[in-house]
């Protein structure tokens, strides 16, 4: 059907008409779309404006377009959240109706960088508990936690154990994560952790570093969480000052 009769610029009408397909299951998730030629013509646009909104859609995150092969539709996320919401992946997964888990790789104590040690100035540390995780939604893996720990917040042991490392940091000092401070940094195929989380060759990343700090300033856990950019998805509020 030709969308010419909508007075908004026709690559705006391209993206939303596409969109209701997807949503209406006219294309399902992974599939090909028909070809530039064929989307052209059964929209009456140019192949120019189809791009257009091809590309924009792709930014946004909605389909991969893949040299030489063609457009597919991407997963929908499962998870989302606000990135000014400090919420645990714990509680991100438990919040869409699945079963959080944990498979641990590592929980050891290792001699702090001096990168880390500037990381947490101005406490002074020399030793961190360092974890790496694999956070699992029903079983399937969807977030590769790698975590840091001053020694003196918390018992090895404790760490090896635990299937909430903000509950047992306030077990343990009786100080609660207050808020972070977070770089998001997206990535591409990772030789190590891609196949823990069982990405696609093209399948990006979400890495998300965060120190997190408790009330009074006290600097409790550094992370770096590389999220599957397929499961979640995460949005910001931005107020006009």
Known sequence: MSIRQDTRHLYLQVIEQIKRDIENGVYEEKEKLPSEFQLSKSLGVSRATLREALRI???????????????????????????????????MIAASGMEPGSQYLSAELIEATEEDRKRFSPVDIHN???????????DEPVVYCVDK????????????????????????TGKSIAYA????????????????????????LLLLKQMHYSSDDLPMLLSANYFRADKFSFHVLRKRV
């Open 57 to 91: 859609l792709e930014e946004d995150g909605v389909v991969t377009r893949r040299h030489g092969v063609g457009t597919f539709v991407n997963p929908r996320p499962l998870f989302t959240s606000g990135i000014e919401e400090l919420k645990s992946v714990t509680s």
């Open 128 to 138: 961190l508990a360092k974890v790496e995780r694999v956070r699992t939604a029903d």
């Open 149 to 172: 720990i001053p020694e003196g917040l918390l018992p090895i042991d404790s760490v090896r154990e635990a299937d909430s490392l903000f509950r047992i940091l306030e077990e343990n």
């Open 181 to 204: 401070v977070t770089f998001i940094e997206p990535i591409g195929y990772h030789e190590r952790i891609s196949p823990i989380l069982k990405c696609e060759p093209d399948q990006a």
